[in-house]
């Protein structure tokens, strides 16, 4: 699926850090946890808990943020619907790790395992 330039533009300068208070919102509504959150998070980018950290405070965008993250091998199997698109159909590379992301907070809130989530 091919998402429009400007929707790209919006999401690729969007800070990391206006979109992560929503996923612990998210996420600790439904009984999950900010160290579950950072266990997925760490699992698809590879960073610690410093580095999102980090990410939070320089106000970081997301097409930073995926730059600098060293994605998951095992992301490519993150497969489903967010906000009623397919992740796998998404071409733009940064839009779908975004996309990947939301599908593991989703998971996450819905109740999955850290285990399943993570898709090891």
């Keep these: 699926m091919k998402t429009d330039e400007k929707t790209l533009k919006r999401v690729y300068r969007m800070p990391f850090s206006a979109v ?3 996923y612990l919102t998210k996420v600790e509504r439904k009984g999950r946890t900010r160290t579950e959150l950072h266990q997925i ?3 698809l ?3 610690d808990d410093a580095d999102i950290e980090r ?3 320089q106000e970081t965008s997301f097409e930073e943020f ?3 993250a060293r994605l998951n091998s095992n992301a490519p199997l993150i497969t489903g619907v967010v906000c009623g698109v397919r992740v796998e159909e998404i071409e733009d590379p940064v839009m779908r790790k975004v996309r990947y992301l939301d599908k593991l907070v989703d998971e996450l809130a819905r109740g999955k395992a850290i285990e399943k989530i ?3």
Excluded: E, G, M, Q
């Design 118 to 120: 993570r898709r090891s």
């Design 20 to 22: 992560y208070p929503h």
């Design 45 to 47: 980018t590879d960073f």
């Design 41 to 43: 998070i760490t699992w």
């Design 66 to 68: 995926f730059a600098d």
């Design 55 to 57: 990410h939070l405070a």
